[in-house]
């Protein structure tokens, strides 16, 4: 049995001296009068982590453990003002920061490392998700004439499907107009959806030394150059291997180079999959596989919108919607270094419902997320010293 909850060992993965050095950085704990940047970042860990539904839930869940506020480094829970004052006026990028700073500190710790794919460049996951919002509350979330929502254009690493970019927009934006800023890192591959088909952000990222596997839009035109021959005896869904480029003048403009176009058989949807790529050493079926581990990316947005507290919000300014976006950001990547270093089989979905009833639980955390279900030691009963209150005879 352990001396401290549950929360407070989950908050003794975070790294304190890390947060220190970017809260110097920001200044944000100078003049300060409410809560500390650090109380915050609890408080805001602790919303994720128990998906309260108000500012009022969060801080009275808070003080119904004043007891054990002290393991969590935080002297006293704070007040709904204080916390709703901080998430808007206390800058976003610390929590931003934080996020990058805890994941090359865990991932360095946790076995994120997939060996589904033999390549050696880092796999990329390019995606965006809409959420909904209540235009008459969020007036800068611009979607349409009567809805407001925002976009979370995200880029995911494969290796624990974890962020590596993240920009939120709107809901006007396209996908394509974020893309336009990104650079890949080199000898990287992007791999996304058609909504991504941008030939000159494409041939950029070629010049500069990284691959892309993109679904073709049914609307581009091009004429081939060679096909490569396919397998016999392996890999009998993949339909056409070849060599193209565009044929539209001012397509070919855009992305003057050779592409190379594989057509793959999804038996599970029946239907065929279009793909275009820069990367010509690669097999076939090494590009559709790598096209059908963008679901990953799916399944991501589909975690953080069903576990975290991320499609309603406890603020209604732009800074507050960030500070809980990144938030968000870093209980998901505590939530993945814990199953990474669980024996046990957990999925996610089942280990945040466990941890979310116990959060103030005082168990040993490694424990639990090895053996959850283990029954409790027997425990060996003696006979009760006790006189009788009345002696029966025969």
Same mark, same amino acid.
């Given at each position: 049995?352990?001396?401290?909850?549950?929360?407070?060992?989950?908050?003794?993965?975070?790294?304190?001296?890390?947060?220190?050095?970017?809260?110097?950085?920001?200044?944000?704990?100078?003049?300060?009068?409410?809560?500390?940047?650090?109380?915050?970042?609890?408080?805001?860990?602790?919303?994720?982590?128990?998906?309260?539904?108000?500012?009022?839930?969060?801080?009275?869940?808070?003080?119904?453990?004043?007891?054990?506020?002290?393991?969590?480094?935080?002297?006293?829970?704070?007040?709904?003002?204080?916390?709703?004052?901080?998430?808007?006026?206390?800058?976003?990028?610390?929590?931003?920061?934080?996020?990058?700073?805890?994941?090359?500190? &865990?991932?360095?710790?946790?076995? =994120? $490392?997939?060996?589904?794919?033999? +390549? *050696?460049?880092?796999? #990329? @996951?390019?995606?965006?998700?809409?959420?909904?919002?209540?235009?008459? &509350?969020?007036?800068?979330?611009? =979607? $349409?004439?009567?809805?407001?929502? +925002? *976009?979370?254009?995200? #880029? @995911?690493?494969?290796?624990?499907?974890?962020?590596?970019?993240?920009?939120?927009?709107?809901?006007?934006?396209?996908?394509?107009?974020?893309?336009?800023?990104?650079?890949?890192?080199?000898?990287?591959?992007?791999?996304?959806?058609?909504?991504?088909?941008?030939?000159?952000?494409?041939?950029?990222?070629?010049?500069?030394?990284?691959?892309?596997?993109?679904?073709?839009?049914?609307?581009?035109?091009?004429?081939?150059?060679?096909?490569?021959?396919?397998?016999?005896?392996?890999?009998?869904?993949?339909?056409?291997?070849?060599?193209?480029?565009?044929?539209?003048?001012?397509?070919?403009?855009?992305?003057?180079?050779?592409?190379?176009?594989?057509?793959?058989?999804?038996?599970?949807?029946?239907?065929?999959?279009?793909?275009?790529?820069?990367?010509?050493?690669?097999?076939?079926?090494?590009?559709?596989?790598?096209?059908?581990?963008?679901?990953?990316?799916?399944?991501?947005?589909?975690?953080?919108?069903?576990?975290?507290?991320?499609?309603?919000?406890?603020?209604?300014?732009?800074?507050?919607?960030?500070?809980?976006?990144?938030?968000?950001?870093?209980?998901?990547?505590?939530?993945?270094?814990?199953?990474?270093?669980?024996?046990?089989?957990?999925?996610?979905?089942?280990?945040?419902?466990?941890?979310?009833?116990?959060?103030?639980?005082?168990?040993?955390?490694?424990?639990?997320?090895?053996?959850?279900?283990?029954?409790?030691?027997?425990?060996?009963?003696?006979?009760?010293?006790?006189?009788?209150?009345?002696?029966?005879?025969?």
């Amino acid at each position: 049995m352990a001396n401290v909850t549950l929360f407070a060992q989950i908050m003794q993965t975070l790294d304190r001296p890390g947060f220190k050095k970017l809260v110097k950085k920001y200044s944000s704990d100078k003049h300060v009068k409410g809560i500390t940047s650090w109380t915050h970042l609890v408080t805001m860990l602790f919303c994720q982590f128990s998906k309260l539904s108000s500012l009022r839930d969060v801080c009275n869940g808070l003080k119904s453990s004043s007891g054990n506020l002290n393991h969590l480094g935080v002297n006293r829970a704070p007040c709904k003002s204080s916390l709703s004052y901080q998430n808007k006026h206390r800058e976003w990028g610390l929590f931003k920061d934080y996020y990058f700073v805890m994941m090359k500190k &865990l991932a360095a710790m946790g076995r =994120f $490392r997939q060996t589904r794919f033999r +390549i *050696k460049s880092k796999i #990329l @996951l390019l995606d965006s998700t809409t959420i909904s919002l209540c235009l008459g &509350l969020y007036d800068w979330a611009k =979607f $349409r004439k009567k809805k407001g929502a +925002i *976009k979370l254009h995200t #880029l @995911l690493d494969y290796d624990g499907c974890l962020p590596v970019f993240i920009q939120m927009t709107d809901g006007k934006p396209h996908d394509s107009t974020v893309a336009k800023t990104l650079s890949l890192p080199a000898d990287s591959v992007v791999v996304a959806d058609r909504a991504y088909v941008d030939f000159p952000t494409l041939y950029r990222w070629k010049t500069e030394g990284s691959y892309f596997v993109i679904r073709l839009k049914k609307s581009v035109q091009f004429k081939r150059l060679a096909e490569k021959p396919l397998p016999d005896n392996r890999h009998q869904h993949i339909l056409i291997d070849e060599y193209v480029e565009l044929s539209k003048p001012e397509s070919y403009k855009n992305y003057p180079a050779k592409l190379r176009r594989v057509v793959a058989y999804d038996a599970e949807k029946d239907q065929t999959i279009e793909l275009i790529t820069n990367q010509f050493s690669w097999t076939a079926n090494t590009i559709s596989e790598l096209y059908r581990a963008r679901w990953d990316i799916e399944q991501f947005f589909k975690d953080i919108k069903q576990l975290l507290k991320i499609k309603s919000f406890l603020g209604t300014t732009t800074n507050a919607v960030l500070i809980q976006i990144w938030t968000a950001m870093i209980t998901i990547l505590i939530l993945k270094y814990m199953k990474a270093i669980a024996t046990y089989g957990w999925c996610l979905s089942n280990m945040v419902a466990f941890l979310r009833v116990n959060l103030f639980v005082k168990f040993d955390l490694q424990k639990l997320l090895n053996e959850p279900f283990k029954p409790p030691e027997t425990v060996v009963e003696t006979a009760p010293i006790q006189m009788s209150l009345f002696e029966w005879g025969d």
